[in-house]
Nanobody
Framework: QEQLEESGGGLVPTGGSLRLSCVAS????????MGWFRQAPGKDREFVAT???????YYADSVKGRFAISKDNAKNTIYLQMNNLKPEDTAVYYC???????????????????WGQGTQVTVSS
């Protein structure tokens, strides 16, 4: 069964950094794209960043310049380096993968076929 497993969440002060990791159980799980979404209490799940085949990257405006997504194909793993964290970044972060998503839908959670369980990121003020 295909699955994604996140790690790296935690509690950091404002301005701190964290690196999230997501390991896919199979090499082609994210053949279209793999990325990150987040959900804060009482809010909808929102797009954070994604990396497509060919290593094209896309970011939400709210994290551009602070977060960086990358991948290690040999390890079936993607990473999200988060710098200059703010209290509004506090959320559960979910890894997601899609096998056939297209560019026009890549920021939509409904385009992704597989999801991890989530990892909590808390930024204290």
């Amino acid at each position: 069964q295909e699955q994604l497993e996140e790690s790296g969440g935690g509690l950091v002060p404002t301005g701190g950094s964290l690196r999230l990791s997501c390991v896919a159980s199979t090499r082609n799980l994210g053949g279209g794209a793999m990325g990150w979404f987040r959900q804060a209490p009482g809010k909808d799940r929102e797009f954070v960043a994604t990396i497509r085949r060919g290593s094209y990257t896309y970011y939400a405006d709210s994290v551009k310049g602070r977060f960086a997504i990358s991948k290690d194909n040999a390890k079936n793993t993607i990473y999200l380096q988060m710098n200059n964290l703010k209290p509004e970044d506090t959320a559960v972060y979910y890894c997601a993968a899609c096998s056939g998503c297209i560019l026009s839908t890549i920021r939509q959670s409904t385009a992704y076929d597989y999801w991890g369980q989530g990892t909590q990121v808390t930024v204290s003020s």
